[in-house]
Protein backbone atom coordinates (compact mmCIF):
# COMPACT_ATOMS: atom_id res chain seq x y z
CA UNK A 1 0.00 0.00 0.00
CA UNK A 2 1.77 3.15 -1.50
CA UNK A 3 1.70 6.48 0.25
CA UNK A 4 2.81 8.82 2.48
CA UNK A 5 3.15 8.75 6.19
CA UNK A 6 3.98 11.14 8.81
CA UNK A 7 3.84 10.58 12.89
CA UNK A 8 2.79 11.07 15.13
CA UNK A 9 -0.44 12.36 14.07
CA UNK A 10 -0.52 14.67 17.59
CA UNK A 11 2.18 16.08 19.48
CA UNK A 12 2.33 18.31 22.05
CA UNK A 13 5.35 20.10 23.22
CA UNK A 14 6.82 22.58 26.11
CA UNK A 15 8.30 25.36 25.41
CA UNK A 16 12.14 25.39 24.99
CA UNK A 17 11.85 21.82 23.72
CA UNK A 18 13.09 20.37 20.33
CA UNK A 19 10.71 18.07 18.55
CA UNK A 20 10.97 16.13 15.44
CA UNK A 21 8.33 14.90 12.89
CA UNK A 22 8.34 12.42 10.93
CA UNK A 23 7.93 11.70 6.86
CA UNK A 24 7.95 8.41 5.82
CA UNK A 25 6.83 7.63 1.47
CA UNK A 26 7.43 4.28 0.06
CA UNK A 27 6.51 5.60 -3.66
CA UNK A 28 10.01 5.95 -4.94
CA UNK A 29 9.66 9.42 -5.44
CA UNK A 30 13.18 11.95 -5.65
CA UNK A 31 11.72 15.33 -3.56
CA UNK A 32 10.27 15.76 -0.42
CA UNK A 33 8.21 18.95 1.14
CA UNK A 34 7.87 20.49 4.79
CA UNK A 35 5.02 22.72 4.97
CA UNK A 36 3.66 24.46 7.77
CA UNK A 37 -0.21 25.39 7.74
CA UNK A 38 -1.71 27.99 9.95
CA UNK A 39 -5.86 28.94 9.44
CA UNK A 40 -6.17 31.70 6.65
CA UNK A 41 -2.92 31.57 5.93
CA UNK A 42 -2.45 28.54 3.26
CA UNK A 43 0.38 26.45 3.12
CA UNK A 44 3.77 28.05 3.03
CA UNK A 45 7.38 25.93 2.72
CA UNK A 46 9.65 25.67 4.74
CA UNK A 47 12.18 23.06 3.87
CA UNK A 48 12.31 20.69 0.58
CA UNK A 49 14.69 18.34 -0.62
CA UNK A 50 15.42 16.94 -4.47
CA UNK A 51 17.77 14.49 -3.57
CA UNK A 52 19.35 12.95 -0.77
CA UNK A 53 22.17 14.24 1.76
CA UNK A 54 20.66 18.01 -0.20
CA UNK A 55 17.96 20.25 0.80
CA UNK A 56 17.35 23.56 0.29
CA UNK A 57 15.51 26.18 3.09
CA UNK A 58 11.94 27.54 1.68
CA UNK A 59 10.10 30.87 2.83
CA UNK A 60 9.90 30.26 6.70
CA UNK A 61 13.16 27.71 7.58
CA UNK A 62 14.20 29.93 10.48
CA UNK A 63 13.50 27.67 13.67
CA UNK A 64 13.64 24.44 11.50
CA UNK A 65 16.22 21.99 10.52
CA UNK A 66 15.87 18.65 7.99
CA UNK A 67 18.07 15.58 7.25
CA UNK A 68 17.28 13.85 4.21
CA UNK A 69 20.16 10.29 4.46
CA UNK A 70 17.47 8.13 3.14
CA UNK A 71 15.42 8.78 -0.33
CA UNK A 72 12.41 7.32 1.95
CA UNK A 73 12.61 9.81 4.89
CA UNK A 74 12.39 13.65 5.41
CA UNK A 75 12.21 14.45 9.29
CA UNK A 76 11.67 17.98 10.49
CA UNK A 77 13.14 19.26 13.76
CA UNK A 78 11.11 21.76 15.36
CA UNK A 79 13.71 23.59 17.75
CA UNK A 80 13.51 26.01 20.58
CA UNK A 81 14.13 28.63 18.23
CA UNK A 82 10.99 28.59 16.27
CA UNK A 83 8.79 31.24 18.19
CA UNK A 84 5.75 30.10 17.35
CA UNK A 85 5.47 26.52 16.49
CA UNK A 86 1.99 25.53 17.09
CA UNK A 87 0.60 24.60 13.47
CA UNK A 88 -0.41 22.17 11.48
CA UNK A 89 2.63 20.30 9.50
CA UNK A 90 1.99 18.79 5.97
CA UNK A 91 4.76 16.26 4.15
CA UNK A 92 4.68 15.83 0.76
CA UNK A 93 6.82 14.35 -2.04
CA UNK A 94 7.35 14.65 -5.67
CA UNK A 95 8.32 11.92 -8.40
CA UNK A 96 10.79 14.97 -10.24
CA UNK A 97 11.34 12.98 -13.37
CA UNK A 98 9.96 15.81 -15.23
CA UNK A 99 9.05 19.37 -14.58
CA UNK A 100 5.45 18.62 -14.13
CA UNK A 101 5.45 15.84 -11.32
CA UNK A 102 2.81 16.35 -9.02
CA UNK A 103 3.12 16.63 -5.12
CA UNK A 104 1.94 14.65 -3.22
CA UNK A 105 0.92 14.80 0.58
CA UNK A 106 0.45 13.41 3.74
CA UNK A 107 -1.99 13.56 6.54
CA UNK A 108 -0.47 15.59 8.28
CA UNK A 109 1.15 16.37 12.12
CA UNK A 110 -0.59 18.76 14.48
CA UNK A 111 2.22 20.11 16.81
CA UNK A 112 0.65 22.31 20.18
CA UNK A 113 3.50 24.33 22.16
CA UNK A 114 1.76 23.95 25.80
CA UNK B 1 7.36 36.91 -8.19
CA UNK B 2 4.29 34.19 -8.78
CA UNK B 3 1.29 34.91 -6.60
CA UNK B 4 -2.43 33.28 -5.86
CA UNK B 5 -5.12 34.85 -4.57
CA UNK B 6 -8.68 32.90 -3.27
CA UNK B 7 -10.81 36.19 -3.08
CA UNK B 8 -13.84 33.75 -1.31
CA UNK B 9 -12.29 32.92 2.67
CA UNK B 10 -15.76 31.22 3.07
CA UNK B 11 -18.91 30.23 0.83
CA UNK B 12 -22.20 28.75 1.87
CA UNK B 13 -24.05 26.89 -0.46
CA UNK B 14 -27.36 24.15 -0.65
CA UNK B 15 -26.87 20.86 -1.40
CA UNK B 16 -27.30 20.44 -5.18
CA UNK B 17 -26.71 24.07 -5.52
CA UNK B 18 -23.81 24.71 -8.48
CA UNK B 19 -20.43 25.44 -7.12
CA UNK B 20 -17.66 27.94 -8.17
CA UNK B 21 -14.41 28.75 -6.10
CA UNK B 22 -12.17 31.10 -8.04
CA UNK B 23 -8.36 31.30 -8.08
CA UNK B 24 -6.61 34.54 -9.64
CA UNK B 25 -2.81 33.95 -10.59
CA UNK B 26 0.27 35.93 -10.96
CA UNK B 27 2.82 34.77 -13.25
CA UNK B 28 4.13 35.96 -16.08
CA UNK B 29 4.58 32.84 -18.72
CA UNK B 30 2.29 29.62 -18.64
CA UNK B 31 2.00 28.47 -14.92
CA UNK B 32 0.97 24.79 -13.75
CA UNK B 33 -1.98 25.05 -12.04
CA UNK B 34 -3.60 22.77 -9.30
CA UNK B 35 -6.64 22.46 -6.71
CA UNK B 36 -6.57 20.49 -4.17
CA UNK B 37 -9.25 20.03 -1.10
CA UNK B 38 -8.75 19.69 2.28
CA UNK B 39 -10.96 17.75 4.88
CA UNK B 40 -10.65 18.65 8.55
CA UNK B 41 -7.40 17.44 10.32
CA UNK B 42 -6.32 15.74 7.13
CA UNK B 43 -3.43 15.89 4.42
CA UNK B 44 -4.43 17.51 0.70
CA UNK B 45 -5.80 15.81 -1.82
CA UNK B 46 -5.46 16.56 -5.29
CA UNK B 47 -8.38 17.43 -7.42
CA UNK B 48 -6.96 18.27 -10.67
CA UNK B 49 -4.20 19.99 -12.55
CA UNK B 50 -3.54 22.02 -15.75
CA UNK B 51 -0.27 22.42 -17.25
CA UNK B 52 -0.92 22.85 -21.38
CA UNK B 53 -3.39 22.25 -23.91
CA UNK B 54 -7.14 22.06 -23.28
CA UNK B 55 -8.14 24.95 -21.14
CA UNK B 56 -11.18 23.24 -19.22
CA UNK B 57 -9.64 20.28 -16.93
CA UNK B 58 -11.67 17.57 -15.39
CA UNK B 59 -11.03 16.14 -11.88
CA UNK B 60 -11.78 13.84 -9.32
CA UNK B 61 -15.19 13.79 -7.90
CA UNK B 62 -17.20 15.69 -10.93
CA UNK B 63 -15.01 18.90 -10.40
CA UNK B 64 -13.63 20.94 -13.44
CA UNK B 65 -11.74 24.19 -13.58
CA UNK B 66 -11.26 26.47 -16.76
CA UNK B 67 -7.52 28.22 -17.01
CA UNK B 68 -8.62 31.68 -18.54
CA UNK B 69 -4.88 33.45 -19.26
CA UNK B 70 -6.88 36.96 -20.33
CA UNK B 71 -8.04 37.02 -16.88
CA UNK B 72 -5.06 35.10 -15.05
CA UNK B 73 -7.65 32.85 -13.51
CA UNK B 74 -8.10 29.39 -12.87
CA UNK B 75 -11.82 28.69 -11.31
CA UNK B 76 -13.07 25.02 -9.82
CA UNK B 77 -16.79 24.43 -11.11
CA UNK B 78 -19.16 21.54 -9.84
CA UNK B 79 -22.96 21.28 -11.39
CA UNK B 80 -24.34 19.68 -8.00
CA UNK B 81 -22.72 19.75 -4.68
CA UNK B 82 -22.81 16.96 -2.40
CA UNK B 83 -22.83 17.42 1.51
CA UNK B 84 -19.70 15.34 1.50
CA UNK B 85 -17.83 18.29 -0.26
CA UNK B 86 -17.70 19.97 2.51
CA UNK B 87 -14.01 20.74 3.07
CA UNK B 88 -11.71 23.94 2.41
CA UNK B 89 -9.67 24.43 -1.04
CA UNK B 90 -6.55 25.37 -1.64
CA UNK B 91 -5.24 26.80 -5.46
CA UNK B 92 -1.74 26.15 -6.23
CA UNK B 93 0.62 27.64 -8.85
CA UNK B 94 4.04 26.57 -10.13
CA UNK B 95 6.19 28.84 -12.00
CA UNK B 96 7.67 26.95 -15.04
CA UNK B 97 8.04 23.59 -12.87
CA UNK B 98 5.83 22.00 -9.74
CA UNK B 99 8.82 22.17 -7.29
CA UNK B 100 7.82 24.61 -5.47
CA UNK B 101 4.09 25.47 -5.10
CA UNK B 102 2.70 28.90 -3.99
CA UNK B 103 -0.33 28.03 -2.82
CA UNK B 104 -3.81 30.32 -2.34
CA UNK B 105 -5.18 30.79 1.65
CA UNK B 106 -8.13 28.77 0.73
CA UNK B 107 -11.59 28.87 0.51
CA UNK B 108 -14.08 27.01 2.99
CA UNK B 109 -16.84 25.27 1.64
CA UNK B 110 -19.79 24.28 3.48
CA UNK B 111 -22.79 22.48 2.16
CA UNK B 112 -26.63 22.89 4.17
CA UNK B 113 -28.86 19.97 3.75
Known amino acids: DGGITQSPKYLFRKEGQNVTLSCEQN?????MYWYRQDPGQGLRLIYY???????QKGDIAEGYSVSREKKESFPLTVTSAQKNPTAFYLCASRLAGTLTDTQYFGPGTRLTVL | AQSVTQPDIHITVSEGASLELRCNYS??????LFWYVQSPGQGLQLLLKYFSGDTLVQGIKGFEAEFKRSQSSFNLRKPSVHWSDAAEYFC???????????FGTGTRLQVFP
Open chain 1, 27 to 31: LNHDA
Open chain 2, 92 to 102: AVGAGNTDKLI
Open chain 1, 49 to 55: SQIVNDF
Open chain 2, 27 to 32: YGATPY
